[in-house]
DNA sequence: TGTACATCAGTGAACGCGCGTTCACTGATGTAC
DNA sequence: TGTACATCAGTGAACGCGCGTTCACTGATGTAC
């Protein structure tokens, strides 16, 4: 039966925020329209009265999970960049990040697979790695010319630690992986100095 | 017909050799038993005299990919750990690495599939990522017991400069994240100082 | 404001395709004598 | 060494299942009067 308009934008809203999970979760290839409809207490009939396709509801979704992170660091810099970039090393290298891929990092659980799925949301992983560059940037902003550089270095020492640390698999491995990570010159330049030094 | 047992051992050869490369190109999920066979020139029906299943494939495959790397490291090691290690890192942070994915490090295309694919392929992973590790810590050995810390370090540098670049998909941005690697400290500890040093 | 009709969100059956796996068959290879 | 038979690598049709997508239908919502 037809649903009120606000019954229906809450309906997209929850495949949204489901797909973003379950794909983080279990990789695009490993969820289905049937699945996400079921977590969100419908069945899969309806899917289309919403999204095109597939691929439509993986583009949306994987935009939709690193507008979070961009939320995310926007919220927190308002205590200042370095503050906010010090809380996102903190949350990323931890045990609860590599626990819970449904609410990580995208590009970590899904960037490998960018370039396969389809022209849309190889378009989605571009933009979204750009933002979360640009914003990183702003934290490295007194270092001039080489604040994009510390960014990117910053952004791939990160995403490297968590791929390898699930590709190890065994936890005293990823224990050891974070801890490396945590250690590393430009990681401690955030998490050990005072703010705004 | 009947193949000579030459002949059978250099189909189950190739059947890995290719199955190694598509599957580091396309992911686990986008390629099949017959794309596999095909590429070999044969037909789906014999894949099941050398294999038991497409996911024992795809752990021989894994595992094939990373003794490739090993054994590289192995033979370049005799001109000293820390000249192979550097050859290494050359290698992993050029645009030839990005473009060609099925040659490449495994860590990198399949890492983040590692835990859906079943536990044997996860097995497979996990061992090859600390045989890696274990070969870079001997390319420290003088930095006594931060060797292994700092091989963590420089791996999940690497990956994720190439998860990242390949997520980025802009040319221009991926020679940007290339570059800032290549300026890393712990990277340029290696490429830039003598040999030995 | 009340009424009649059009719209459309969600249901569940059905379709079609791809893919992993099985199987009967072929004929060259390997082996026992 | 030669012969007869068993083995088995590879073929191609077929099976079965999952999944993306479509569709006729339902009944509450939205809207025109």
């Known amino acids: 039966m037809r649903r009120s308009k606000q019954a229906t934008a809450e309906s997209r809203q929850a495949i949204l925020d489901v797909a973003s999970r379950l794909f983080r979760e279990h990789g695009f290839d490993g969820v289905g329209i049937a699945d996400v409809m079921a977590a969100c207490g419908m069945t899969h009939g309806g899917f289309y009265r919403h999204f095109t396709s597939k691929e439509a509801l993986a583009a949306a979704a994987i935009a939709h999970a690193f507008q979070e992170k961009v939320d995310l660091l926007q919220a927190e810099g ?4 370095r503050d906010a970039v010090r809380v996102y090393i903190g949350d990323y290298l931890s045990r609860g990040h590599l626990a819970q891929p449904q609410l990580g990092c995208p590009i970590a659980t899904l960037g490998s697979q960018a370039a396969h799925a389809g022209p849309s949301i190889a378009q989605v992983f571009s933009a979204g790695t750009e933002q979360l560059i640009n914003m990183l940037s702003a934290a490295f902003g007194d270092e001039g010319p080489d604040a994009r550089p510390s960014a990117l270095r910053l952004l791939s020492t990160l995403v490297g630690a968590l791929v ?30 005072p703010p705004q030094a």
Do not use: H, K, Y
Not at 164 to 185: H, K, T
């Open 164 to 193: 390898m640390a699930r590709a190890a698999g065994s936890s005293d491995l990823q224990d050891e992986i974070l801890n490396a990570m945590r250690a590393d010159p430009l990681v401690r330049g955030f998490t050990a100095l």
């Open 78 to 81: 308002r205590m200042g960049p």
